[in-house]
Nanobody
């Protein structure tokens, strides 16, 4: 069973950048499809981005396309989310997600706050 630990959130001004990362342990990392979700106060958790096992295929929510980039380093068991041109509406807790054969695993989340 994989364990996920996020880091790299924080407070940034609108237009700025952050690069949260998610370190995985306890599983064979390159077997998992990895992704990021976020949850803003009073809202449901929503999909942000995902990346295939090899890293060759990525998918994004329309709200972040062109601004966010997901990547992974299978040698370091880590997935990243490069977030550029941040907006106040990107403020949320960002959760790392791993999936394998219908099983889902979540990290504890990292707070991202974008000030206007």
């Amino acid at each position: 069973q994989v364990q996920l630990v996020e880091s790299g959130g924080g407070l940034v001004q609108a237009g700025g950048s952050l690069r949260p990362s998610c370190a995985a342990s306890g599983g064979t990392f390159d077997r998992y499809v990895m992704g990021w979700f976020r949850q803003a106060p009073g809202k449901e958790r929503e999909f942000v981005a995902s990346i295939s096992r090899s890293g060759g295929k990525t998918s994004y929510a329309d709200s972040v396309k062109g601004r966010f980039t997901i990547s992974r380093d299978n040698g370091k068991n880590t997935v990243y989310l490069q977030m550029n041109t941040l907006k106040p509406e990107d403020t949320a807790v960002y959760y790392c997600h791993a999936s394998l054969w219908g099983l889902n695993y979540w990290g504890q989340g990292t707070q991202v706050t974008v000030s206007s």
